[in-house]
Nanobody, 122 residues
Framework: QVQLVESGGGLVQAGESLRLSCAASGSISRVNDMGWYRQAPGKQRELVAGITSGGITNYADSVKGRSTISRDYVKNTLNLEMNSLNPEDTAVYYC????????????????WGQGTQVTVSS
């Protein structure tokens, strides 16, 4: 009953910027923490940036200073702006959210989007 759909990925050149978006929909009662993760071939999934229900943000060292995560509490959307992209940013980026549903109000579920590919050419 809950879906997270990412968009905005694609092929970019090193040094360029992009904006990823994630839309949560369904039987949502409350959205708690949200975040962007990424996974490159042969590597473990890692947190890129997170934002709490109160708007507190945190970033991986590799993207800190050149990325901005934000959320819209009305639209239930999540965004990630990344600047000065480099080939090491190439990965599948996943949207994650901790969500309380209307049909199970006593549990916080962990939801993931399908992922969007970001490829940075050198």
């Amino acid at each position: 009953q809950v879906q997270l759909v990412e968009s905005g990925g694609g092929l970019v050149q090193a040094g360029e910027s992009l904006r990823l978006s994630c839309a949560a929909s369904g039987s949502i009662s409350r959205v708690n923490d949200m975040g962007w993760y990424r996974q490159a071939p042969g590597k473990q999934r890692e947190l890129v940036a997170g934002i709490t229900s109160g708007g507190i943000t945190n970033y991986a060292d590799s993207v800190k200073g050149r990325s901005t995560i934000s959320r819209d509490y009305v639209k239930n959307t999540l965004n990630l702006e990344m600047n000065s992209l480099n080939p090491e940013d190439t990965a599948v980026y996943y949207c994650n959210a901790k969500i309380v549903t209307t049909y199970n109000p006593r549990r916080v579920g962990d939801y993931w989007g399908q992922g969007t590919q970001v490829t940075v050419s050198s």
